[in-house]
């Protein structure tokens, strides 16, 4: 067999090519779906959800790079012709097929490594030397959340491509018995000759137009999604915090702020935050001293790709506990210099413990700018309890904050 294409029939890299994708592209379907519905709970299913992800992506990144070298050898090799080209209909439909499959073994994979490259942390790595994430792309929540939906709703269209190509490979071989699987998984010497030569550019660039439109249409559904929130809300409520007075010109009003968190999933940091919370700050410039009371809503956490993981029953528990509360007195620097620090008790998920926050504090006039950070271990509130040891989540979780409030 040569390894060139023919009039007739595939050479043996094109049949390579063709056989290794395919294997490539169903097992990662059939890995993905196995992934989805995999439980979720203690260690060994997340590391058995981890494993499973990471195989999925790691055949995808395989297959795109095959994809990739199967379309340099195919621009300069010949393809064999219609068979029936009085079947025009047939013929235009077979060829859309073809070129949507080829559009969707690029954009698939792909759009899994942007997914994978936009969402922050490291979850599931892919198994290879090479980076992780490709350049140029954001750690962003919102920009991953939408290149999963395309994901999503991009596997229903590849795998229903794949089901029309078998089915039109089946007629092929059951009705009309015309020896067009020789081409590509037989005896090139028994594949017939195509009945009359190739038809002009119009028909390849009108099946190549309804090709790309399918993905198109599929790309375009997480555009609709974003713009269908309306303009004035944000992809993140900004926090807002309104504190009563407790003395004459004590009480400070929150402007604006964030409060975030960061966790160590599977060795790899993943950064998120709360989108509500409010904060009810009394402080005195002259003693430096005061008192501050946050109220969390748990629900509203933001952490990458395991948001709900974090907000369920084996962590936060947002359903049981939806409020994580911290109660301190603010202390004064123990020296110039030093950072003030806010001591008292830290509510979450039910369980009260000892905590320390320090912070930084710059007060210009009526308007004063802080930020913080302090370690927790999340052991201290029996969060991921069946999680004993750090493989899968790391029992350190930082919480920093950043806010802007004014003198009331």
Same mark, same amino acid.
């Given at each position: ?36 519905? !995999? ?61 949507? !499959? ?67 490979? !089946? ?238």
């Amino acid at each position: 067999m040569k390894a060139s294409n023919t009039d007739r029939a595939y050479g043996w890299v094109a049949r390579f090519f063709h056989w290794t994708v395919a294997v490539l592209i169903l097992a990662a379907i059939a890995v993905g779906l196995y992934a989805d519905n !995999l439980p979720e709970g203690g260690d060994a299913q997340m590391q058995a959800i981890f494993a499973a992800y990471s195989l999925h992506k790691t055949l995808g990144m395989a297959a795109l790079a095959l994809v990739a070298a199967r379309l340099l050898w195919t621009l300069g090799q010949p393809k064999p012709g219609p068979l029936h080209p009085e079947r025009r209909l047939e013929t235009l439909g077979a060829e859309a097929v073809h070129w949507a !499959l080829w559009i969707g073994m690029i954009v698939m994979p792909l759009s899994g490594w942007l997914l994978h490259s936009a969402a922050p942390g490291g979850f599931a790595r892919i198994l290879w030397p090479f980076g992780q994430r490709l350049p140029f792309v954001p750690e962003d929540v919102a920009l991953s959340e939408r290149f999963g939906v395309f994901h999503e709703l991009g596997w229903w269209l590849l795998a229903g491509l794949i089901l029309l190509h078998v089915l039109g490979a !089946l007629k092929h071989a059951v009705i009309d018995r015309d020896g067009t699987m020789h081409r590509m998984a037989g005896d090139p010497a028994l594949a017939p000759e195509p009945t009359a030569p190739a038809s002009g550019i119009l028909p390849h660039l009108l099946a190549a137009v309804a090709g790309l439109g399918l993905w198109v249409g599929i790309a375009l559904v997480p555009a609709l999604v974003s713009t269908s929130i309306p303009a004035d809300a944000p992809a993140v409520q900004q926090p807002a915090a309104s504190v009563p007075a407790t003395a004459s010109g004590a009480g400070w009003a929150v402007d604006q702020g964030k409060l975030e968190i960061e966790v160590v999933q599977a060795g790899n940091p993943v950064a998120g935050q709360f989108g509500q919370w409010q904060a009810d700050i009394s402080y005195d410039p002259d003693s430096r001293t005061g008192q501050v009371r946050v109220e969390v809503d748990i629900a509203s956490l933001t952490l990458g790709a395991v948001s709900d993981a974090a907000k369920g029953p084996d962590f936060l528990d947002a359903a049981a506990h939806p409020t994580a509360v911290f109660e301190a007195e603010i202390l004064p620097p123990a020296a110039e210099g030093q950072p003030h620090v806010a001591q008292g008790r830290l509510t979450v998920a039910g369980q009260a413990v000892e905590a320390a926050l320090p912070f930084e504090l710059v007060i210009e006039g009526d308007v004063a700018q802080a930020q913080g950070r302090m370690q927790l271990d999340r052991r201290d509130f029996g969060i991921g309890a069946s999680y004993a040891d750090e493989g899968t989540v790391g029992f350190a979780v930082a919480v920093g904050f950043a806010l802007s409030a004014r003198r009331q």
